[in-house]
């Protein structure tokens, strides 16, 4: 079975901290991904990596930073974390699109507050 | 507009009952489609891809409508175990492998 696992269920930061959530999957998978999800908004796309070193920017990157020096690990780094990135994050990996299994896979989730 | 639609819900059925979930899509150049399963303070799984000929899996039923842009799940005979919040999801025409998910309907069913 694929696992994807995150560093911390939950975390509590204050204002101006920095802060990293890590990400780890043991499938090869050369896709990974993190979201936040938050109640009404749905799980939006905060950045995305294809390959080691790679990373793209998705729907919501303001505030945050991605890092991936290995296929299996990807970090997030809020880098001043502010109330407003108080959220559940969820990080996910995948196979690229179009090969069988291509689904992603999602971790248990952070639950992130920052105070 | 959102790119992805879904009626939040609740929706609230009796064990037994037969239960359909709509979703709209706003990018015609979107390709693939999936109905993720998202239990209380738990991560998404995918429940089932759809495919443009419809599929079926056990008591799930997935249609797809390309000309409407809508997507569909039908759970037969629900049981308590399917209360859930159901995503769906869609993927545009992108190297990446990226997903833009809808914002999930709820679904109680009770005794």
């Known amino acids: 079975d694929v696992k994807v696992t995150q560093s911390s269920r939950y975390l509590v930061k204050r204002t101006g901290e920095k802060v990293f959530l890590e990400c780890v999957q043991d499938m090869d998978h050369e896709n990974m991904f993190w979201y936040r999800q938050d109640p009404g908004l749905g799980l939006r796309l905060i950045y995305f990596s294809y390959d080691v070193k790679m990373k793209e920017k998705g729907d919501i990157p303001e505030g945050y930073s991605v890092s991936r020096e290995k296929k299996e690990r990807f970090s997030l780094i809020l880098e001043s974390a502010s109330t407003n990135q108080t959220s559940m994050y969820l990080c996910?990996?995948?196979?690229?699109?179009?090969?069988?299994?291509?689904?992603?896979?999602f971790g248990p989730g952070t639950r992130l507050t920052v105070l | 507009r959102k790119e992805v639609e879904q009626d939040p819900g609740p929706f609230n059925v009796p064990e037994g009952a037969t239960v359909a979930f709509n979703c709209t899509y706003s990018n015609s150049a979107s390709q693939s489609f999936f109905w993720y399963r998202q239990d209380c303070r738990k991560e998404p799984k995918l429940l089932m891809s759809?495919?443009?000929s419809g599929n079926e899996d056990g008591r799930f039923t997935a249609q797809l409508n390309r000309a409407s842009q809508y997507i569909s799940l039908l759970i037969r005979d629900s049981k308590l175990s399917d209360s859930a919040t159901y995503l769906c999801v869609v993927r545009g025409n992108n190297a990446g492998n990226m997903l833009t998910f809808g914002g999930g309907t709820r679904l109680m069913v009770k005794p």
């Open positions: 759809v495919y443009s």
């Open positions: 996910a990996s995948s196979r690229p699109p179009g090969l069988a299994g291509d689904e992603q896979f």
